[in-house]
């Protein structure tokens, strides 16, 4: 079969696996997605209706991406992959309950609060029960409701449990939780945990549900397996059914989001659930090299608890990994600023990405690379969905058809400025409180407000969205978004301050339109565009016209680049300080972390730290301690690059710190806690420069062979008294001072 001929061996095989349970187990660059949409393509080949196959991912634009190659693959048979349902885990949830909602009590039309809503929805909360954003800071108080609901914890057992603890502070926040839903459940809404939720309960206690759907579905897919949460791996089990034709595909080192529910080891858990369960090794990688994909390799080997896999290139074995050891953050951003301007003068057509561990690290870059007048993205700023001009438009459609919604009426209440203040709306919480009604059936009561300025503005808003509601029920999406521009002077008002500003908002309003006019053409509702508005990630947003990307580990999964400077590896960075005192589990994903950063590089890869890095809340700069994951790469695998002012690609042999691979290796070995002394600190004292524990601290000095450079740690005392020193080329030494012969600088 022609189909097939594309293939390596054990792609092939995966591909032709298609009864029962299948696990495969794919390494970073091997073909995984490849493997789904062959897949695909060779089931429908075979007779089974496209309609009869769920292939599920994480992301819109891997999804995008993946219908799209299947349908590339059966167009030269004639075939049809239309029906294919190829979407996230959330989008397809969102349908499944569109479809089924009137089991669940709720209307077809129910909105989906995305991030910035369930943040106003817990404004709300604090608002009614009196409490103080500063001390229940609605993000983190969302984080704890998404742990909670994820967790099966209702806000009764969350108040049962507080009061078990006596902790006052869980007791609010069980509170809060309740508020939070009950404001929901009044909106007809339900949040990105809820879509989850629902669908596996639905399925759970709806036998008849789950026929229906089980009945539907012959062959399930799902892509990044090792990223699902619980409810996601009960969703994907139900809806197999008895066929359990389920394939899974997935990569066990780069599971790194515990932080939003996935579960560590869910692939070998997978084997436990199906023991005949076949397991499929894909290990042929067409991405990076062979020294990239070892060094990696012999880094997340340190990680326990893996099926395991040895990934081979097709591309060869390539160079060794550089790494360069900066005085200091700008240091480091110049350096990586200088090899990228080499790099895109050399190939205008490369793609090299900086990647990091937190966003706060993209400015040093960002600050550099403009002075070079390099083109860069940041990933994981805002996408068009996210913008407010966007957002409020969105947010009078959904007004339209559920004015209950207080979220989206608090939004376009006043905007734009119709005269209605904070204190209006303060005494309209305060009478839907004591109501126990929505903000919408208090304005259409207004008349409780004294101030004919008040009651005149909420008249004439409620007559607004009473008009519209008229006015909009047969309209097309793009015609319904316009009238809602037009009528309410939204757009008229927004290109006002455009010119003001010089910005351009309103060619992002018209954009909302055309992109409402494309969706009808491809036959979307108008539920099918808000549910993508809502559903829109960051990961969705990489360019890849623009030759730099600047983005945090976590962004760059699934993404691959001609050069990758993985900057910031050091102790508390990378691994992150949250990782350190809590526990093996947690440094294990940091780890993951950076083996995902490893393996995005195709020919280049550079590794970096900054020497000194300023921390919040303190004035001097700190000696930092090189990563423990650099002390797991072999020796042979890396060398040392040498400043920026050297020729791009020079450098030396790397040799590590002995001292440093020694104190790692023992405290590898005793499971040492980091900060109990010892160990890590023995590579870079960190003590503050300047401090008064040691004059030398901070004191420029030359060496014959290295140059100049900064001593940043003293040991010992006397005629055996040892420096570190950092040196801009060759990084930092260890040296005995009365041998040294240092001069001051």
């Not at 590339?72 to 969102?94: K, M, N, P, Q, Y």
């Not at 949040?191 to 062959?219: G, I, Q, T």
Request: hydrophobic share 40%.
């Amino acid at each position: 079969m022609a189909l097939l001929d594309k293939l390596n061996e054990a792609q092939r095989e995966a591909v032709l696996t298609t009864e029962g349970p299948l696990l495969v187990l794919a390494g970073a660059g091997t073909g995984k997605t490849r493997v789904i949409t062959y897949r695909v393509a060779h089931l429908i080949e075979l007779g089974v209706p496209s309609f009869a196959i769920l292939a599920v991912t994480f992301t819109n634009k891997a999804a995008g991406v993946m219908k799209e190659r299947i349908s590339e693959l059966l167009r030269a048979s004639g075939r049809d992959a239309a029906d294919v349902w190829v979407s996230t885990f959330h989008s397809f949830c969102a349908r499944l309950l569109r479809r089924e909602a009137s089991h669940l009590g709720l209307p077809r039309d129910f909105a989906i609060y995305d991030d910035d809503d369930q943040n106003a929805a817990i404004k709300r909360a604090l608002a009614a029960l009196d409490l103080s954003a500063e001390d229940y800071p609605p993000r983190a108080v969302r984080a704890q409701i998404s742990h909670a609901k994820n967790h099966g914890i209702t806000p009764d057992d969350m108040a049962a449990n507080a009061a078990e603890m006596r902790d006052e502070e869980r007791k609010d926040v069980a509170k809060l939780f309740r508020a939070y839903a009950d404001i929901l459940r009044k909106a007809a809404a339900l949040d990105f945990d809820d879509l989850l939720l629902k669908a596996v309960d639905l399925l759970r206690d709806s036998p008849e549900v789950r026929a229906r759907w089980n009945s539907r579905f012959h062959y399930i897919m799902v892509d990044e397996f090792q990223d699902t949460n619980r409810s996601q791996e009960d969703l994907i089990r139900m809806l197999g059914g008895e066929r359990r034709n389920i394939c899974i595909v997935g990569d066990e080192d780069q599971s790194i989001y515990s932080w939003r529910g996935a579960r560590a080891g869910n692939l070998k858990r997978f084997t436990e659930d199906f023991p005949d369960a076949k397991v499929i090794r894909l290990e042929e990688n067409y991405r990076s090299t062979q020294i990239i994909l070892d060094a990696a390799a012999a880094v997340v080997k340190n990680n326990s608890g893996r099926l395991g896999k040895t990934l081979q290139a097709t591309l060869g074995e390539g160079n060794r990994l550089r790494y360069y050891e900066a005085p200091d953050v700008p240091a480091e951003a110049e350096y990586i600023g200088a090899q990228i301007s080499a790099q895109v003068r050399n190939d205008p057509d490369a793609r090299l990405a900086v990647l990091y561990r937190t966003g706060a690290q993209s400015r040093s870059f960002e600050e550099v690379l403009r002075r070079l007048n390099i083109r860069y993205r940041v990933v994981g700023g805002f996408s068009f969905y996210e913008r407010a001009e966007v957002r409020n438009a969105l947010a009078y459609v959904r007004l339209i058809f559920h004015p209950e919604d207080d979220v989206a009426l608090l939004r376009v209440l006043n905007v734009p400025p119709r005269g209605i203040g904070a204190v209006t709306v303060a005494a309209l919480e305060a009478r839907a409180r004591e109501n126990s009604q929505s903000l919408w059936e208090v304005i259409r009561s207004s008349e409780f407000l004294t101030g004919k300025k008040f009651s005149g503005a909420l008249r004439s808003f409620a007559k607004l969205i009473e008009e519209l509601q008229r006015e909009c029920v047969e309209l097309a999406p793009a015609q319904l978004i316009e009238r809602v521009l037009a009528r309410t002077g939204y757009l008229d008002w927004v290109e006002q301050q455009d010119n003001l500003e010089h910005t351009s908002r309103g060619e992002n309003l018209r954009e909302l339109a055309n992109a409402m006019a494309e969706a009808t053409e491809q036959g979307q509702t108008l539920e099918d565009v808000l549910d993508a508005a809502a559903l829109a990630s960051d990961s969705d947003q990489y360019d890849d016209t623009i030759p730099v990307s600047l983005m945090t580990l976590h962004s760059a999964k699934g993404l691959e680049f001609d050069s990758v400077f993985l900057a910031g590896l050091e102790e508390g960075v990378l691994p992150h300080s949250r990782s350190l005192n809590s526990g093996n589990a947690e440094v294990e994903e940091e780890r993951r972390l950076f083996y995902v950063g490893m393996t995005r590089a195709k020919q280049v890869l550079v590794l970096s730290r900054a020497v000194y890095r300023r921390s919040y809340g303190e004035e001097r700069l700190r000696a930092s301690l090189p990563s423990r994951f650099l002390a797991e790469i072999p020796g042979d695998f890396i060398e040392a690059a040498l400043g920026s002012q050297a020729e791009p690609g020079e450098s030396r042999r790397y040799e590590p710190d002995p001292d440093y691979v020694a104190s790692y290796s023992y405290r590898q070995k005793t499971r040492t806690p980091y900060g109990s002394g010892g160990g890590y600190g023995r590579a870079v004292k960190p003590v503050t420069r300047g401090s008064s524990k040691d004059p030398l601290i901070g004191t420029r000095v030359r060496h014959s062979k290295y140059g100049v450079g900064t001593i940043i740690g003293v040991e010992g005392e006397g005629e055996e008294r040892k420096l570190t020193v950092s040196f801009q080329d060759y990084g930092a030494k260890k040296l005995i001072e009365r041998y040294a012969n240092l001069q001051l600088a």
